[in-house]
């Protein structure tokens, strides 16, 4: 299912079904899918995947045909995306913002009051979302009462762990060798080391790429 949305996302947004085709192939195929898919506890990821994607879906066609019914299908499967992974809240909204300023708008447009308003309803599913949360578990993106958002995990180490992580992926999704549901997580991160920096210099270099292409 994931590999069948992922062919009509890209289809949707590029009109190109070779190109779909092909993505959709890599990412049937592909090794570093297996994480997710044999590993029990990583079945929110897939449920995840699939809401995102049909989020993609249903906000790609409510900008092609402006009409309303897929953009409440959007606000719905944000609330799916979140009931099955808690970082949907963040993740969902900034891919939403990043298809208006790459496809569908021109960045100065998304500044104008109509479309400031279509963004604040994103707002809805996380009200609905926390106040469920909150009556279950007593707290919202695991902040317990009283607790700490960050945990045992400074910042700086979060910093430096999210550029760490998508390098490495990057890299083995280039270069799929020696993949393992276990790790070797640097122990001492430090946001001073030649490590960090080239990871959050792949980082840069990704997206500038990806952002100059599709422009």
């Known amino acids: 299912s994931i590999t069948f949305l992922v062919f009509l996302v890209l289809h949707a947004l590029t009109k190109r079904i070779l190109l779909a085709f092909i993505a959709a192939l890599i990412v049937l195929i592909h090794p570093l899918q297996q994480e997710a898919v044999n590993w029990i506890s990583a079945a929110s990821e897939l449920t995840f995947a699939i809401f995102v994607l049909l989020v993609l879906l249903a906000y790609i066609t409510y900008r092609e045909t402006k009409r309303e019914k897929f953009f409440w299908l959007t606000l719905a499967f944000y609330f799916a995306a979140m009931l099955s992974k808690e970082v949907a809240v963040l993740v969902v909204p900034a891919i939403v913002v990043c298809l208006d300023a790459l496809f569908f708008k021109k960045v100065r447009d998304m500044f104008l009051a109509r479309e400031l308003k279509r963004y604040v309803l994103f707002v809805l599913p996380v009200l609905v979302y926390a106040l469920m949360r909150l009556a ?6 695991g902040l317990e009462r009283g607790g700490d958002f960050f ?10 762990y999210f550029f760490w992580l998508f390098a490495f992926y990057l890299k083995s999704l280039f270069l ?3 993949i ?3 790790k070797e997580i640097p122990q001492n991160p430090d946001l001073m080391s030649l490590q960090f920096l080239l990871a959050a210099a792949v980082f840069i270099f990704f997206f500038a790429f990806l952002y100059g292409a599709l422009r």
């Not at 945990?151 to 430096?160: K, M, N, S, T, W």
């Open 136 to 141: 279950v578990l007593g707290s919202f993106l």
């Open 151 to 160: 945990g045992q995990l400074a910042i700086a180490d979060r910093v430096y």
């Open 176 to 178: 799929p060798l020696h």
């Open 180 to 182: 393992s549901f276990l």
